[in-house]
């Protein structure tokens, strides 16, 4: 459905001012924008209860709206509202009750550091990383057009090491990867580099972020076609769900390269994010429950190497913890989805799903 003029108005003015009362953040937003936010978000509802067709496509604009307007009542009335009520308003369910579930699905690996690791910051890893890092790129982007995964005749992305983490940028169509990521080990008086944790940042940008820009630069409703993605809440489980969905398949790709990978690096990598996204929302639950102390919640929660993989007990912001709890929630409903073919995806009104806690291939 394209929508009316006056639905397209309204919803790129809603974006706009969620996205001026969201970038305020963490300083307590202004009360008369978020005022003409309610404003406006009663005259979408009105225009889009008009709408003549396409029933799926409004319910649909509806959830990203209502997505906003939900972490924004959040905002102005917490500690009034609890945080479990805002996770379950925007993907459904008890969130902290699945993330615990798959934790304990999920065992980690050993709390212990090998001794014999060398860091990025070393000199000879950092020449074998700059050595080792066009290659990389290029197996990268021939396993991934050979799965179907990026498009035959758009160019990729280009990669830049960075001392930051990594991201996609779409404007300048460039990666830029964190070159902390590369580390080595000492071995036979040398050392000896790893990629694996490289090559699954290079999926999640490429294969996740890249390749949904580059097939379907339009993923949101209609009705708030060109808005920013990362100003609508209840997509955050779709783009980074999918993105390291895409992720895990890097070790896919190094088994059949024959590039050496570290089994418990890998593993130690979704602990610490499963422990993230469990931490961040619990410590946001404290409207309800006494406030999260961070040793204990690592010793009660985190059982083993959970503990040892995430190690920060500083207060994750309520945009780190929106990020991270549904950043988790899109993994665990695309782990659900088993072998749901993707070729679809983005035509797909997933995002329905990921906002109900939905997670099946039906």
């Known amino acids: 459905m394209t929508p009316s003029p006056e639905t397209a108005a309204l919803s790129a003015g809603l974006t706009r001012a969620y996205g001026?009362?969201?970038?305020a953040l963490p300083d307590l937003p202004s009360r008369a924008g978020y005022d003409d936010f309610l404003r406006l978000h009663e005259r979408l509802e009105r225009a889009l209860d008009a709408a003549p067709?396409?029933?799926?496509?409004?319910?649909?604009?509806?959830?990203?709206?209502a997505s906003m307007r939900s972490v924004l009542d959040f905002v102005f009335e917490f500690p009034k509202r609890p945080a479990d009520d805002l996770l379950s308003d925007l993907w459904g369910g008890d969130l902290r009750a699945r993330l615990a579930t798959w934790i304990?699905?999920?065992?980690?690996?050993?709390?212990?550091?090998?001794?014999?690791?060398?860091?990025?910051?070393?000199?000879?890893?950092?020449?074998?990383?700059?050595?080792?890092?066009?290659?990389?790129?290029?197996?990268?982007?021939?396993?991934?057009?050979?799965?179907?995964?990026?498009?035959?005749?758009?160019p990729p992305p280009t990669v830049e090491a960075a001392r930051a983490p990594s991201r996609y940028i779409p404007a300048d169509n460039t990666v830029y990867l964190d070159s902390d990521l590369f580390y080595g080990?000492?071995?036979?008086?040398?050392?000896r580099l790893w990629v694996d944790l490289a090559a699954a940042a290079l999926f999640h940008e490429m294969a996740g972020h890249w390749?949904?820009?580059?097939?379907?630069?339009?993923?949101?409703?209609?009705?708030?076609?060109?808005?920013?993605?990362?100003?609508?809440?209840?997509?955050?489980?779709?783009?980074?769900?999918?993105?390291?969905?895409?992720?895990?398949?890097?070790?896919?790709?190094?088994k059949e390269t024959g590039r050496p990978f570290r089994p418990e690096t890998w593993a130690m990598r979704r602990a610490g994010l499963a422990a993230q996204a469990?931490?961040?929302?619990?410590?946001?639950?404290?409207?309800?429950?006494?406030p999260v102390d961070g040793a204990r919640f690592l010793a009660r929660h985190l059982?083993?190497?959970?503990?040892?993989?995430?190690?920060?007990?500083?207060?994750?912001?309520?945009?780190?913890m929106l990020y991270r709890a549904g950043s988790f929630h899109g993994l665990?409903?695309?782990?659900?989805?088993g072998d749901h073919p993707f070729a679809g995806f983005w035509a797909a009104p997933l995002y329905e799903q990921a906002a109900r806690g939905e997670a099946h291939a039906s």
Request: charged letters at 20%.
């Open 278 to 290: 469990l931490f961040a929302s619990l410590q946001w639950a404290e409207a309800t429950e006494p």
């Open 104 to 154: 304990a699905e999920h065992p980690a690996p050993p709390a212990e550091r090998p001794s014999n690791l060398v860091s990025s910051n070393h000199p000879e890893v950092a020449a074998l990383a700059r050595a080792a890092l066009p290659g990389l790129v290029e197996a990268v982007v021939a396993w991934g057009r050979g799965k179907g995964w990026f498009p035959s005749d758009a």
């Open 332 to 337: 665990m409903m695309m782990e659900a989805l």
């Open 211 to 254: 390749a949904q820009h580059a097939f379907a630069p339009q993923r949101q409703p209609g009705a708030f076609t060109g808005a920013d993605p990362a100003l609508l809440p209840a997509l955050i489980p779709v783009e980074e769900g999918f993105a390291l969905q895409r992720e895990g398949s890097a070790l896919e790709f190094l």
């Open 303 to 320: 059982p083993g190497g959970y503990a040892f993989a995430y190690r920060s007990t500083r207060r994750a912001g309520l945009k780190e």
């Open 53 to 65: 067709t396409a029933p799926r496509e409004v319910r649909n604009a509806r959830l990203c709206a």
């Open 185 to 191: 080990t000492a071995q036979n008086g040398g050392i």
């Open 20 to 23: 001026a009362l969201w970038g």
